[in-house]
Nanobody, 117 residues
């Protein structure tokens, strides 16, 4: 069992920056892939960025070059640095984690990001 808590959301102007954090607790020794997903009203949830336990990353095409995912295994925390924000980045951002055991994914409660033009 893993619990995820996101923080760092808020409002920003286009071109600005925000940094999201996600702290994991519970069976943290089994954390495998962690990632950030987002969902805007009326749209499908999409992958923003993922990172493996070893630090290998993948990014969604729409955020490539603007967002950076990182993790601090000692702190059981994953981060999403968001730069050059665009209005279309506005969404609820969710932290997700997959373990080395089991098949389910774990999700945080989400944090709202709003970007104004």
């Amino acid at each position: 069992q893993v619990q995820l808590v996101e923080s760092g959301g808020g409002s920003a102007q286009a071109g600005g920056s925000l940094k999201l954090s996600c702290v994991a607790s519970g069976r943290i020794s089994y954390l495998n892939v962690m990632g950030w997903y987002r969902q805007a009203p009326g749209k499908q949830r999409e992958s923003v960025a993922t990172i493996t336990s070893g630090g290998s990353t993948n990014y969604g095409e729409s955020v490539q070059g603007r967002f950076t995912i990182s993790r601090d295994n000692a702190k059981n925390t994953v981060y999403l640095q968001m730069n050059s924000l665009k209005p279309e980045d506005s969404a609820v951002y969710y932290c997700s984690a997959r373990l080395f055991i089991g098949r389910r994914d774990y999700w945080g409660q989400g944090t709202q990001v709003t970007v104004s033009s």
